[in-house]
């Protein structure tokens, strides 16, 4: 697929999409083609292969439709299949030893529209919580309520609508398939209240669907339009079993009593749901619940499986053109789901892995929608009453409003195709404008002998913020020569509300071969660059022109625990994503002995702030700050043994101690100002730095310095953020050769910049 010309949309893009999978204001657009094939070409020495008819390139419009119609053709079945396996788990448990009804809600992600849908029912009053939900209002609302932008019947219109759409480039029988699964579903929308009707009409839904999905099989296996129904299929099937396993993980982790006497029964109803059952006996997993929860989610074995979904997609966006910022997002998803199968024994730590996972899938469709069916960004100024692009209203329905982290979970599982939109990356060796403030900009290029100036900037502003130049200067000298490279780095820093970067390069020296740059799941810059020819040095030096103010005062915070309720029940987009940075990540586990050091800070009411920073008091007073006797990867209790370390141990021992009593902490790298005033005594001026944020409900992340023992000022440069120092290690990558030894040198200064004009 290439780009299609410009008409009224960025090339390669698509114009806004209508509810149902309608286009609205359609124009044609048409695409061109040049080269060959992904996969053909001319081969040498080998006898020619037959010529093959080549296939125009799909419109954007008709690749987005065909994307959409793998995903409702998944999540009609998977919802289908839900429902009929939570009914009949309902028969063979006693009264009293089920779940309810919640888990459905929780499923689709709907309970806030449940709840005022319930609540206008009640005439204005909503329930008592003990009663929950009933199964007469959600098995009507999640199955067959057009109402509801997630229900089944609503997929099932919306499948129909965007194979119509793409009808040209699909075989005949899809259509047919589709339009007979419509007519069963909406036969029987009266049936799904008693309960041996409803079963049968999910078994004929079910039967609908596979037939469905048996005539998008007839689709060539190596075609574009097979490639984009097929990832859609795979990028709902990864997100509704996340939801899954949030929803049910009280019942997959055995409560402090034991084990209940219907463990087992609660464990299948998981795997049936997800079609994993047999695929589990088979494969001989264990009967606990937190195997079960492992197999759906990292078992590479079961083909269903979340880690299985995103291989899968790996393979095929390999041959999509303009793919560099999918490729990015695919390999972000697959470390972040690699990183949250570490999680500790409790139903809260398994829903936090469940919500990173999640949160992960949603990250990757977004890249795949804004690469592929972008479309102008929206109006300035909404109208009056109407949810602007960042409004949690528009969350119900199923958009990612935008966040200063550029992160956060999907919301309810709606067919608003619209999606969050950002400017498509520009070609891997362009300069790419930031994409806060429009003026600062990022190259990569060859460093020159004698490094050029960047343009002075005032050292104070009229605001009263800093301004520093940030120089990272990093050496590698190799053993013998090597012979190419490739490399990521995390050097530039972010803008935030605290900070904006006037100026940014990265200049390496022998000349990158290619580079590019993209947002990782976090949010975060990531430069790559590749180097091919003989070469004894590798030298990166980047350099920031950067203004920081210090952020406002931390207002007073609740108890540390009425946080933590708040923030397990947080529905809003920034308590989505507080939740990614619950888990254990790979470099920081969650542990009883993290909760047992932390427990002198945290004693009971204790207000938030009051113990984070007794906390981080704690570690500045108990470690002892020496570089060398730590690397990268030594363990936190190794840290926590020693007494001693750098400032990215002291980071993760502190945010290591969060996590375990149930609080959401990350991991914050980036700079401090090299030259203080006489007896600051700040540490890791001279080299990259690192502190840890906490999430405080309806505020924002405070930033605290446990090395320093104080809170993030405006001494402090931020670059990146994540669950810990693996997601955003300045430099890392392979290097072909160099030999068995290398050096490194690494030279970090943070100078106020000459006044000047900015």
Sequence with gaps: MSAATPSGAEAGGALPAGPGGTTAGTTGTRATTTGTRPGTGASTGTPAALPRRSRPPLLARVAESLYWAGRHAERAESLARAVLVHTDTHLDLPVGADVGWQPLLAIVGVERLFGERHSLLLGGHVAPPASGPREA??????????????????????????????????????????????????????????????????????????????????????????????????????????????????????????????????????????????????????????????????????????????????LRVHRWPRNGAVVGACADAVAVVSGASRTGPAAGDLRAAAFVVQDAAGRLHDRIADTYFARPAPPAA????????????????????????????????SDDRSGHVTQ???????????????????????????????????????????????????????????????????????????????????????????????????????????????????????????????????????????????????RQPAGHHARTYLAGSPLVPVSDRLAEFAAPSFPDRRPL?????????????????????????????????????????????????????????????????????????LEGGDASHAWFSVYLPGWGWLDVDPTNDQLVSASHVTTAWGRDYADVSPLRGTVDGGGRTQRLEVAVSVVPVPVGDP
């Design 137 to 314: 209002d959600v098995v009507p609302f999640v199955l067959v309520d057009t109402g509801n932008p997630s229900s089944v019947l609503t997929a099932i219109a919306a499948l129909r609508s965007n194979v119509r759409t793409a009808r040209a480039v699909l075989p005949a029988g899809v259509w047919d398939a589709s339009l007979a699964l419509w007519q069963v579903a909406a036969a029987g929308r009266d049936e799904v209240v008693p309960r041996d009707r409803r079963v049968r009409w999910l078994q004929r839904v079910l039967g609908g669907c596979a037939q469905l999905t048996g005539s998008l099989w007839a689709l060539a296996g190596d075609d574009q339009v097979e490639s984009f129904v097929r990832v859609g299929q795979l990028v709902e099937r990864a997100d509704v079993t996340a939801r899954l396993v949030a929803a049910r993980a009280p019942s997959l982790v055995a409560p402090a009593g034991g084990p209940s006497p219907y463990a087992d029964v609660h464990h299948r109803a998981v795997l049936r749901s997800l079609a994993a059952d047999e695929a589990h006996h088979r494969f001989g997993g264990a009967a606990g619940g937190e195997d079960v929860a492992r197999f759906v989610l990292h078992d590479r074995a079961f083909s269903r499986s979340v880690a299985s979904c995103l291989a899968e997609i790996q």
């Design 382 to 413: 909404t109208a009056p009453g109407s949810p602007g692009p960042g409004d949690p209203g528009s969350r119900e329905a199923g958009r990612r409003p935008p966040t200063p982290d550029g992160a956060g979970p999907h919301g309810p599982l």
């Design 424 to 570: 498509p990356p520009a070609s891997p060796t362009a300069p790419r404008r930031a994409a806060l403030g429009g003026a600062a900009r990022t190259t990569i290029r060859a460093r020159p002998a004698a490094p050029a100036a960047l343009r002075p900037c005032r050292t104070t502003t009229d605001d009263g913020a800093n301004s520093f130049r940030v120089v990272h200067r990093t050496v590698y000298r190799y053993g013998s020569p090597a012979t190419g490279a490739m490399n990521e780095a995390h050097l530039r820093p972010r803008d935030t509300p605290t900070q904006r970067v006037a100026a940014h390069r990265l200049e390496v020296e022998p000349a990158p071969a290619s580079s590019w740059e993209r947002r990782d799941a976090f949010g975060n810059h990531v430069q790559h660059f590749t180097i091919r020819g003989r070469f004894d040095t590798l030298t990166v030096v980047a350099t920031t022109d950067v203004r920081v103010r210090s952020a406002a005062q931390p207002p007073a915070t609740p108890p540390w625990e009425t946080v933590r309720l708040v923030l397990a029940a947080d």
């Design 609 to 681: 702030l009051d113990g984070v920073v007794d906390l981080a008091s704690r570690i500045h007073r108990g470690l002892r700050y020496e570089p060398g006797v730590t690397s990268v990867t030594t363990p936190v209790l190794e840290v926590l043994d020693h007494h001693r370390g750098v400032c990215q141990d002291f980071a993760h021992l502190a945010i290591g101690c969060l996590r375990s009593i149930g609080l959401a902490a990350r991991y914050v790298s980036g700079y401090i100002r090299s030259t203080t005033p006489a007896g600051a005594g």
